[in-house]
Nanobody, 122 residues
Framework: DVQLQASGGGLVQAGGSLRLNCAASGFGSDDYAIAWFRQVRGKEREGISCLSSDGRTMYDNSVKGRFTISSDTAKNTVYLHMNSLKPEDTAVYYC????????????????WGQGTQVTVSS
C-alpha cells in the first residue's frame, strides 16, 4: 500500500525559504509521479508542482521560478524547495502520488499524504 508522509512546514517571513519533504513508500512500479498541492480554507486545492519518474517536472505559474521540486531516490523522498515566499503562499500543502505522468490536476492522484501548514508572514 502506498504511503506518503509530508513534513517541513512552518512559519516564515516573506522573502524566506522552506523545504517540504514527502517520504514515499509502497510503490509497486517505477513509473509514477509525485505532486505538491496546496489549499487555503474555503478554496479549491491547487496543484503547484509535480515530478515524474523520468525526471520531468511541471510548475504552476504562481510558483515558477521560486519553487523547485526534486527527489532523493535513495531516501524515497521528494522535496519542494520554496524560495522568495510570499504571504499568498500561505496554505496547507499536500503531496500526492499516482502511477503515470505528471499532472497538476488533483483528480489524477489516488494517494495523498497528510497536509503540512506553511504560513508566510508579511
Amino acid at each position: 500500500d502506498v504511503q506518503l508522509q509530508a513534513s517541513g512546514g512552518g512559519l516564515v517571513q516573506a522573502g524566506g525559504s522552506l523545504r517540504l519533504n514527502c517520504a514515499a513508500s509502497g510503490f509497486g512500479s517505477d513509473d509514477y509521479a509525485i505532486a505538491w498541492f496546496r489549499q487555503v480554507r474555503g478554496k479549491e486545492r491547487e496543484g503547484i508542482s509535480c515530478l515524474s519518474s523520468d525526471g520531468r517536472t511541471m510548475y504552476d505559474n504562481s510558483v515558477k521560478g521560486r519553487f523547485t521540486i526534486s527527489s532523493d531516490t535513495a531516501k524515497n523522498t521528494v522535496y519542494l524547495h520554496m524560495n522568495s515566499l510570499k504571504p499568498e503562499d500561505t496554505a496547507v500543502y499536500y503531496c500526492a502520488a499516482d502511477l503515470g505522468r505528471c499532472s497538476l490536476w488533483s483528480r489524477t492522484y489516488s494517494w495523498w499524504g497528510q497536509g503540512t501548514q506553511v504560513t508566510v508572514s508579511s
